[in-house]
């Protein structure tokens, strides 16, 4: 049984963490992107950092 546990552990993927639109405008880490993203990003969407990080970097 405690082997079953182990493998279901490493089964879970590690969601990462979502933000909205208004998180991110409002966050100081991006102050200097914020007109940017207010553009690029949808209102009624949550975006993972790496996805902010990919848009800024590719921008």
Excluded: G
């Excluded at 082997?3 to 933000?19: G, P």
């Excluded at 100081?28 to 990003?41: C, I, M, T």
């Amino acid at each position: 049984m405690a082997s079953n546990e182990k493998v279901n552990e490493k089964k879970e993927v590690k969601e990462e963490r979502k933000f909205t639109k208004q998180n991110i405008l409002q966050s100081n880490k991006y102050r200097n992107r914020r007109d940017f993203l207010n553009v690029v990003l949808n209102d009624n969407e949550e975006y993972p950092e790496s996805y902010i990080k990919k848009i800024i970097k590719d921008k």
